[in-house]
């Protein structure tokens, strides 16, 4: 495999496409036009990627910093040193971005319980799985429902509506909504405003829940792919729980996916039985696969 440089937003459909080439293999695949939008791209050296000596792509990989995560695509005929090769260069981007906007103390990649050869290639590298760090303990499911589920009546509380976001007008109380339900600046508006124009966003999937006084309360946004349909991000604020109305929301985007032709809608979350996998769970999702949240940490200089 040989290095270059990425080039923009061009090189991102044959990343995306990469992945989906391989959807067994990548916990991130339909989901990627949302991570493709990150402010982790506002640096092109946090992106990496290797071609074949015809310029194919290979392999790539992404240092993102909101997530505090590497993700990484390969294809089969990369070879047996491809996650190597990768988590190489991830290791001399983490040391250099360290004190800058980018960096990070930690870094997680994720692979699937199954994937034994890559939790090798991880452990070799001087990662540790986070499955069983005691009170830190952190590992995560891959959750898949399919359209031949049915979908349960989900009523609004009274007052509320479900609609799409309002376009670029309403990415500034968007982003004030996402970052109270997670309690983290980390989304930005930038950020937000990139996914409207991405080719893969679809407005009809990017739905908002509105309480009766006009304040968002509830975001669930789709995307939709040849290998179906994700949920990514989804969030109820605080003031608006236990109200019914994460699942109405959830339930709602779930119909539209399926109208949209999705056979099969994923979702991602951490494996304890905490609300959100309880709601996935009570709308129908089942773990498809486990995954496994693999840390390293990286000391200042």
């Given amino acids: 495999m040989n290095q270059r440089a990425y080039q923009g937003e061009t090189d991102q459909a044959a990343m995306a496409a990469l992945a989906a ?17 990150s402010w982790a791209f506002d640096d092109p050296a946090n992106v990496g990627l290797w071609v074949d000596g015809a310029g194919q792509l290979l392999a790539w990989a ?11 695509a390969y294809s089969p005929v990369a070879g047996t040193r491809a996650l190597t090769t990768i988590l190489d260069w991830a290791d001399e981007r983490a040391r250099a971005a360290l004190g800058t906007a980018f960096g990070r103390l930690a870094w997680f990649p994720n692979v699937f319980k199954s994937q034994v050869g890559r939790q090798h290639d991880l452990e070799r590298a001087g990662f540790t799985s986070q499955a069983d760090a005691g009170e830190n303990a952190w590992s995560k499911v891959l959750m898949l429902r399919p359209a031949t589920t049915p979908l349960d009546e989900a009523p609004l509380p009274p ?4 609609r799409p976001l309002a376009g670029a007008a309403e990415v500034a109380a968007y982003t004030d909504l996402h970052q109270a339900v ?13 996914t409207l124009r991405h080719p893969g966003y679809r407005r009809d999937l990017d739905l908002v829940a509105v309480a009766p006084d006009g304040r968002l309360a509830a975001f669930c946004i789709g995307w939709l792919g040849q290998a179906g349909g994700q949920i990514e991000p989804m969030g109820v604020h605080a003031n608006f729980r236990k109200l019914g109305l994460g699942r109405a929301i ?16 994923y979702v991602e979350t951490d494996s304890y039985r905490n609300a959100a996998f309880e709601l996935y769970e009570a709308a129908g999702f089942r773990v498809a696969q486990e995954v496994l949240v693999y840390r390293k940490d990286y000391a200042p200089m």
């Avoid at 989901?31 to 939008?37: A, K």
């Avoid at 997670?182 to 990139?194: D, Q």
């Avoid at 959830?250 to 809608?265: D, H, K, M, P, S």
């Fill in 21 to 37: 080439a391989h959807p067994e293999d990548h916990l991130h695949v339909v989901d990627l036009p949302y991570r493709f939008c």
């Fill in 62 to 72: 992404v240092m993102q910093t909101p997530f505090w995560s590497i993700d990484f």
């Fill in 159 to 162: 007052g509320f509506a479900i």
């Fill in 182 to 194: 997670f309690e983290s600046k980390n989304m930005t508006a930038p950020w937000r405003t990139r």
């Fill in 250 to 265: 959830l339930t709602e985007n779930l119909r539209r996916l399926q109208a949209a032709g999705a056979e099969r809608t």
